[in-house]
């Protein structure tokens, strides 16, 4: 980046790749181990239990889950045990906790209690030493490395990838492991060509906007809009495309511009469809895969995956919010409210 | 309402209390049944299906039903049947749908696929004579009549109840179901203590706003942001919380009203932390149950019973949004954007 510092935001998010690629090797010998573990007691019921940015990474895997496995994936409230301390029944099922630092309180006595209460607990964090890697059966690192951006990540790309291979393990899919290994480079293509500056003249005044997903990428679209919040202040909130009809659409016009993470597989008209329904309101429309007239497209690199699609699309909106923070007169690596509130406690 | 016609959705509103009465002879006979298919095979997991206000409704019976039982509530995503026709594994499992109409198809295919799957479904409605109704084993009809107004109200409260009577009746609580029983007169009373004008007053020009809960009252702040969308064009989004300190700060500020829903139980001091939070950030911050210096107090009638509180504070948000509404220069029973898409599409 000629003529600036390039920000913590832009440099951890350019390591995902290299990242990404180290995991193929340190996760084959634990994923081989739950793998062995599914087969020999196949799960009821699969639960995920993780808070802010890593829950989002949750959410992605748990429509990735249920359509791969047909067991229904519980999102686990940890207020369930760490305030209303109620016993857990987890009696074969398997408990999957998400948590980049492993440190947060909460969730290491929701993953005591999931053990207690008879699960098989998986642990996704990037400290293997931390205390919720302790409390875990099995334990997934992530291998993203140091993260010292306030806004996560190379640590959100990691989990995602760790999630789809996991996913990859349980259900015997070498495609989509395969999937996995081809997306360093597809990330590193991807930034290449970033979003165009339109999209940056209609985002820079916005004061509320709308990031559209399904299915796993609508886990993406929920994280995205909140790294919207942080590193540009700005209010994005994330829908489901099936959800758009059902009326958030009554808050949506030409003050509120809309990105669309469209798929490639059988969601693909759903997006379409709300990419219409969004850009007859007015909304300045911006669309990843989505091949709608009147809608601007969005330079998405395909990988040929559902599960890999979504991660591209994470790591070219971080190139894009990134700008869009400086372009706002913020710097990305000190979100001013979250900086500020954090002394005044 | 002296001088002005009463609006259609706040008359709807106010038929809630006498709906609600109505349900305790009507479920009796379900519910019996559903209590002892429990206590014979007990679930091992439970699953809710829904969408829209249904679906926020089911967000607050995933907390209570946790809270109540320690066994995960996982929320289906319906395109898992409907758009990626996966079939579902969901033997010895709780299934509850919900649907006012009971008549959309993907409801009704996700139902068909949970009973193929081994589930036991039960299915709230509001027309016991509906297609959904018709796939399910256990028919839970939620009284709340006729509902014309686009913004449901009565049938968002009596899902609720609903919810909260099935628990009554699975946990073997008289105390619950004498709480329902006394909700009809605290909503009565509720409505005639209605949040002061101040509110509306730092409402009126908001472009964009928040409303933050915690447990089951954070499937009611879903509802209530939503609600908010649909009646008065607002940008409101709902938080957990926990969730608060976690990013979305970072978009909360003096353009941005909170509305808080404070609870008697546990999790009180979490909403009174995110208050103070919350009016740190300079927002104008308003609370219901919420004990804080500077926080305006919205007057909220105490029911004495965690599942009828968020009940009691949705009831009095919906005098508040359709005044509001109104103040705004809309229609609150003819949302502009909701009628004018649905004519283009």
């Known amino acids: 980046m000629i003529g600036e510092t390039q920000t913590r935001m832009a440099t951890e998010a350019a390591e995902a790749p290299d990242r990404i690629a180290l995991q193929a090797a340190s996760l084959a010998e634990p994923l081989a181990d739950l793998a062995a573990k599914w087969s020999a007691s196949p799960p009821r019921a699969i639960v995920t239990c993780a808070r802010g940015s890593s829950d989002h990474a949750a959410l992605y895997g748990k429509y990735a889950l249920e359509i791969a496995t047909g067991l229904p994936v519980a999102s686990l409230g940890p207020s369930v045990v760490s305030v209303h301390e109620t016993p857990l029944r987890l009696d074969g099922m398997l408990y999957i906790t998400v948590s980049q630092s492993g440190q947060s309180p909460d969730l290491l006595r929701c993953a005591e209690a999931a053990r207690a209460g008879g699960a098989l607990v998986v642990a996704i964090v990037n400290d293997s030493a931390s205390p919720l890697a302790g409390a875990a059966d099995i334990v997934l690192d992530m291998q993203a490395g140091p993260e010292h951006a306030v806004a996560a990540t190379k640590s959100f790309l990691c989990t995602l990838t760790t999630i789809a291979r996991l996913i990859a393990a349980i259900t015997d899919s070498p495609a989509t492991d395969a999937a996995v290994d081809r997306l360093p480079e597809q990330l590193r293509s991807g930034s290449k060509d970033p979003w165009p500056s339109e999209i940056l003249d209609r985002y820079v005044d916005a004061g509320r906007a709308f990031v559209i997903g399904r299915g796993p990428g609508l886990g993406v679209a929920a994280e995205l809009a909140l790294k919207a919040k942080e590193v540009a202040g700005l209010h994005a909130e994330a829908f489901s495309a099936a959800e758009v009809q059902h009326g958030p659409k009554a808050a949506i016009g030409p003050d509120s511009p809309v990105i669309l993470l469209g798929t490639e597989d059988a969601a693909k008209a759903s997006v379409e469809e709300a990419a219409r329904t969004v850009g007859a309101l007015g909304a300045p429309t911006f669309g990843s895969l989505v091949a709608v007239p009147g809608i601007v497209d969005l330079p998405t690199v395909r990988t040929g995956h559902p599960l890999t ?23 990305p690596d000190n979100p001013p409210s979250l900086r500020k509130v954090t002394k005044t406690l």
């Not at 699609?309 to 790591?315: C, S």
């Not at 909106?317 to 990134?322: A, R």
Request: zero cysteines.
């Open 309 to 331: 699609q979504p991660i591209v699309q994470a790591g070219a909106f971080y190139g894009f919010i990134e700008k869009l923070s400086r372009r706002r007169g913020l710097d």
